[in-house]
């Protein structure tokens, strides 16, 4: 059982399900592409049985994301959150105890094994609107928040090893980035947290 992301997937126009082809476009999407297709092949050749369960960026306690570290410490104390994306463009959110509840759902049937699921996820949410919503749920002043332009971000990475890998990802925050969760929420039952509630923890934490 692997708990997977959405990096192997590339930059895909339109909502990613799981029929959605791996084309990964980074280091990181071509790792995990290869790692569920030789976890795959194994499975299929009868020497193990796998699955693969995948998120989108995380919310919730211990979550950490562009949004996680750059953003919502700054706003919920009343200060300004930079960060590396499109601010209003819809992005998909994944609360982690969505991630064990699904590995536990998909671990528990073996009709499930042999093939990725992604986690039950909301509506996207932009960035922008996110740390809003933060914000009030924090009582703190009106969310400010600026997109951080790329040369920054790409002077940062000549220092940073964590600048550096956002720059191999950045196709995913310069547009809209939406999960289908269809197929986990119909085989499994399993209904995503609200968005407030994931904030909720970031924020108490």
Known sequence: MTTGNLYGYGAVDGEMTEETPLLPNSV?????????????????AGRIRTAEVRGSDYLGAGAV?????????????????????DLDAPHSWTYVGDVAKTLV???????????PWHVPTPAPVSVRALATRAAELAGAPQARVARM???ALRLAGLFRPDAREMLETQYQWQRPFIVDSTAATVAFG????????????????
């Open 190 to 205: 399993i209904k995503p947290a609200r968005t407030d509630d994931a904030l909720r923890e970031m924020i108490v934490a």
């Open 28 to 44: 990181k999407g071509r790792v995990r592409a290869k790692l569920w297709t030789d976890a795959l092949a194994a499975h299929e």
């Open 105 to 115: 759902a998909v671990a528990a049937d073996p009709s499930a094994w042999g093939r």
């Open 149 to 151: 332009p790329a040369i």
């Open 65 to 85: 994301s562009a949004f996680s570290v750059m953003v919502l410490p700054k706003v919920i104390k009343g200060g300004r959150g930079l960060a590396p994306a």
